[in-house]
């Protein structure tokens, strides 16, 4: 130490060794358990005093501090092991630190951690693009990074109204969906969202309006009948001067009311739209990467939209990153108009640390986004929530690939029913009337039946000591 502190040229006794550069490192060894249970507290209030967290008033007491976590597993800091069963908000498809994705971000890290994209290519850019286009349908082969699931979907309906501007359409710049649809909390994203029982309603000042067909009644299993695509024909008849596209989460709602609708929807859409010149564009942010036991959910249907959104679990939700995939048709559509470039370029778009994990993540896919393990996984989530079906206060149990979701008669409170799986070990985050799981893909079967366990305890407990204010069975 002292010949260290000569060679800074400073006094032993003035010198401040710079422990906070050595925490952040994590070379100072172990705390004493003293320190580490101080720190603890001092996060908590911190945290308190001076952070927001997601859909929160500032200040949320219901937050825990995580301090690690391995395979599905979450590590807080009183000890508790948690098995992380919405997959950090459907992201961390594979476990959490897997030892690929981690190695990649470290050796990608050694060599470059970021450089803008405009002007520059790097190879982990170029070799997750690639490994994305052999997933996708052929179809679509223009990538385009963004930051996030939100932005992807900017992106996709400011390209798709570039589209109809560079192709002598401009007066079409409008979109069409369905009711019950959540696609980011971005201003052009909020817009496309479900409008009243979305999260956005206050913001409508801030938001164009845009058409809203009702969602398909019909859901994943049951006869198709034409008549459920007739409001939305009607819509596009009506307007289709005005729109520009057509957005939707293909056959899974995911924060719009945990909803699988039949596949046939899609089929039927496709025409209307290629009738009317409108672009379809589908919001694989959730549904993407195996989840509801295809690739991507577009497969069910064997509809290839014209632009295509991913992200979450895109890096197996070690870090973020999102794409927006593209037809030629589309890309090339823009050229021949002022601007003929596309005008989005975020300053951290196709990040090398994002885009190594990206490409380990991929690996996984093929690994574990396998029709088999994604049937395993199935299995158990329907065997295992059965017992929910009979309990008084469900109004409908329902998985499709490895999604597991107990609906309510009514609203559920989230902390009293997160309180009850955390007693079984799990990690569970309901929202209106849904307790639901989205477990990472590698959750081996003890750990689905611990979830399923943990989810119907919840669904009967929260039941029995919960007023029913807002009951619809
Ligand atoms: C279907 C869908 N689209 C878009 C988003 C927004 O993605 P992000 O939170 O990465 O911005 C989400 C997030 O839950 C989503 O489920």
């Not at 939707?248 to 010149?277: D, N, T, W």
């Not at 409908?396 to 009850?420: W, Y």
Request: charged share 20%; net charge negative.
């Amino acid at each position: 130490m002292q010949i260290i502190m000569k060679m800074l040229g400073r006094q032993t006794n003035t010198f401040q060794f710079p422990w906070k550069w050595l925490y952040s490192t994590g070379q100072r060894g172990e705390m004493d358990g003293v320190q580490q249970q101080m720190n603890r507290q001092n996060a908590i209030s911190f945290d308190r005093q001076h952070l927001w967290h997601p859909y929160t008033i500032p200040g949320d007491p219901h937050i825990a501090e995580v301090v690690g976590a391995q395979g599905v597993y979450l590590h807080l800091a009183d000890g508790t092991k948690l098995i992380d069963a919405t997959s950090s908000w459907w992201c961390v498809a594979y476990g959490h630190q897997h030892p690929h994705i981690v190695e990649a971000i470290q050796r990608q890290a050694s060599q470059l951690t970021h450089v803008m994209f405009g002007s520059f290519t790097h190879t982990p850019a170029v070799r997750l693009a690639e490994k994305l286009l052999r997933l996708v349908p052929p179809e679509l082969d223009r990538v385009f990074f963004a930051d996030s699931g939100s932005v992807s979907v900017e992106c996709a309906l400011k390209l798709a109204i570039q589209y109809q501007y560079a192709t002598g359409h401009p007066e079409k710049n409008r979109f069409v969906t369905i009711r019950g649809g959540y696609h980011g909390d971005t201003t052009g994203a909020m817009a496309v969202c479900d409008p009243e029982d979305g999260m956005h309603q206050i913001f409508s000042p801030l938001l164009r309006s845009h058409f809203f067909a009702p969602r398909p009644t019909c859901t994943f299993d049951q006869v198709w009948s034409e008549e459920q695509i007739e409001p939305m024909r009607k819509i596009v008849e009506t307007h289709h001067e005005e729109i520009a596209g057509c957005i939707l989460e293909p056959v899974f709602q995911g924060a719009g009311g945990m909803y699988f609708y039949s596949p046939e929807y899609l089929s039927a859409l496709r025409p209307i739209c290629e009738k009317h010149g409108i672009l379809l564009i589908f919001d694989e942010i959730a549904t993407g990467f195996g989840r509801t036991g295809k690739p991507f959910a577009q497969a069910y249907a064997g509809v290839v939209p014209d632009i295509m959104c991913m992200g979450k679990a895109l890096t197996g939700g070690a870090i973020s990153l999102a794409a927006m995939l593209c037809n030629e048709k589309v890309a090339m559509g823009i050229r021949d108009h002022v601007p003929s470039a596309f005008m989005h370029g975020p300053t951290f778009m196709a990040n090398p640390l994002a885009c190594a994990a990206g490409s380990a993540a991929l690996d996984l896919f093929e690994e574990y986004g396998t029709i088999e393990n994604i049937h395993r996984i199935n299995r158990k989530l329907t065997e295992g929530l059965d017992s929910a079906k009979k309990l008084t206060g469900v109004q409908n149990v329902r998985t499709l690939g490895a999604i597991g979701v107990i609906e309510m008669c009514s609203t559920v409170n989230r902390v009293k029913t997160s309180e009850i799986a955390k007693r079984h070990g799990v990690h569970l985050r309901p929202f209106g009337r849904y307790i639901y799981t989205m477990p990472p893909l590698v959750t081996d079967d003890m750990a689905l039946d611990r979830i399923t366990h943990a989810m119907c305890e919840a669904a009967a407990r929260v039941t029995h000591s919960d007023q029913m204010t807002d009951t619809i069975c």
